[in-house]
């Protein structure tokens, strides 16, 4: 296994917007809701609050408006065991959080998701308002293409930081996480692979992998192409088949060292609510490299905390690694399970 920092306080930092999430009950349109159940979410902030919860210090730093509803992120940050250290007000005329709603699909309706983030605070973030002491306080900073796409100061902003981090010993921790609705393939494209040698976590699915950074060959043969042309220590592709939006099955495959790890995929998994399962395999994957020293057991505990975090609403996973470990072990077994936890 490779080597994490010492004594560090934190065992995972992320970087990145924190929204509202406006949502219809009972699966209803967007367009005919009277009523919209409020969240808050954030792929980064679904990533350290999702292994906050299994047991990481983790922290989050993002810009959030000096208001009501930014008190209202601040306190869901801290219900996600976060730590709110790192967290920056904006106190200016202009500030805003910014917004998507997300309508849940049934057969044959997709579910979709509008943005309404143009010019939020996180937008306004400056290099100098981040306390320079943070680039030495943990083992692993974790940063998704998303942060990057949002706006060309802020993408300065993020690439500094990840520079300060891996020259201060952290590992860089990046899912791709590529969002059509926010830049073009072309320009994504040069954008992540001039920071891909920054990179020793690699998040990335097959399909963003041959569609959008156009790479060729079998799903092994890419996966093994990213470590041999750009150095990433470990890559982890997700697989996710939709049979329809309330049943899926998960897998993945992560390559390290020469080798590829894969286990048995969960088959059906009932959806209640999909947003957030991605990033919590990372969030999963993460403790299991800090916590379990073993890829193996990083792999098993990522699929799980995806499964099960299909199954809750909100973004953000709400899963005790106790909670995992029992998903893991039935996940295995053979033969006759019980049918309730008692």
Same mark, same amino acid.
């Given at each position: ?17 924190? #929204? ?41 730093? +993002? ?5 009501? #509803? ?20 904006? /106190? ?42 943070? /680039? ?19 993408? &300065? ?29 072309? &320009? ?19 399909? +963003? ?10 799903? &092994? &043969?890419?996966?093994?192409? /990213? ?10 592709? +997700? ?71 299909? +199954?809750?609403?909100?973004? #953000? ?26």
């Amino acid at each position: 296994m490779f080597k994490f920092k010492e004594n560090t306080d934190f065992d995972l930092i992320g970087m990145g917007e924190v #929204m509202l999430r406006l949502s219809p009950p009972n699966k209803e349109k967007i367009s005919q809701s009277e009523t919209f159940e409020k969240n808050a979410g954030g792929s980064e902030l679904n990533v350290v609050s999702g292994a906050a919860m299994l047991g990481l210090r983790s922290a989050i730093v +993002t810009k959030i408006p000096k208001n009501k #509803m930014g008190h209202f992120i601040r306190n869901k940050v801290r219900y996600g065991n976060v730590s709110d250290d790192y967290l920056i007000y904006d /106190y200016s005329n202009s500030k805003r959080l910014g917004i998507y709603y997300y309508e849940s699909g049934v057969y044959p309706r997709k579910s979709s998701v509008i943005y309404d983030r143009a010019d939020s605070s996180m937008c306004s973030l400056d290099i100098s308002e981040i306390d320079p002491s943070i /680039y030495g306080k943990t083992k692993i900073f974790h940063i998704s293409s998303i942060t990057l796409a949002l706006d060309p100061h802020l993408r &300065e902003v993020a690439l500094e930081m990840i520079k300060r981090f891996h020259e201060q010993g952290a590992l860089i921790s990046f899912d791709v996480n590529y969002r059509a609705a926010l830049w073009s393939e072309e &320009e994504a494209r040069g954008v992540i692979e001039s920071i891909f040698p920054y990179i020793d976590l690699l998040f990335v699915s097959e399909e +963003t992998s041959r569609r959008m950074l156009q790479r060729t060959g079998t799903l &092994e &043969e890419i996966m093994k192409g /990213y470590a041999d042309d750009y150095g990433c220590l470990l890559v982890a592709t +997700t697989r996710r088949e939709v049979v329809s939006p309330t049943r899926h099955n998960f897998n993945s495959k992560i390559y390290y060292d020469g080798k590829f790890y894969e286990e048995a995929p969960y088959k059906e998994i009932e959806v209640i609510d999909r947003i957030g399962s991605g990033d919590a395999y990372l969030a999963g994957v993460l403790y299991g490299l800090i916590k379990d020293k073993d890829i193996t057991r990083a792999l098993e505990v990522g699929n799980a905390l995806s499964a099960v975090k299909n +199954t809750v609403n909100g973004d #953000m996973s709400a899963s005790s690694i106790d909670e995992i470990r029992a998903v893991i072990n039935s996940h295995k077994a053979t033969g006759h399970q019980d049918e309730m936890v008692r």
